[in-house]
């Protein structure tokens, strides 16, 4: 899967974040990394006060992109 880091920069610098540094200690499936990440990260912001959009982007890339690279 080709990680489109403009789209995620603009959508959540911290996820971006934490799939660089994250990626780089763990040897795994990078595809079902960024899932996982993306998944994680639609939980932390659903625990806090934020917009609704912040998260439909993030569930468009992950639907987007699931199965991607399987």
């Not at 960024?34 to 569930?59: A, Q, Y």
Request: proline share 1%; aromatic share 6%.
């Amino acid at each position: 899967m080709k990680l489109d880091h403009q789209i995620l920069i603009k959508v959540d610098k911290k996820l971006l974040a934490d799939i660089n540094e994250e990626a780089r200690r763990y040897e795994y499936n990078r595809s079902q990394f960024i899932r996982d990440c993306i998944k994680r990260r639609i939980s932390e912001i659903r625990n806090k006060p934020t917009t609704e959009e912040r998260i439909k982007h993030l569930e468009k890339y992950l639907h987007k992109h699931d199965g991607v690279g399987e």
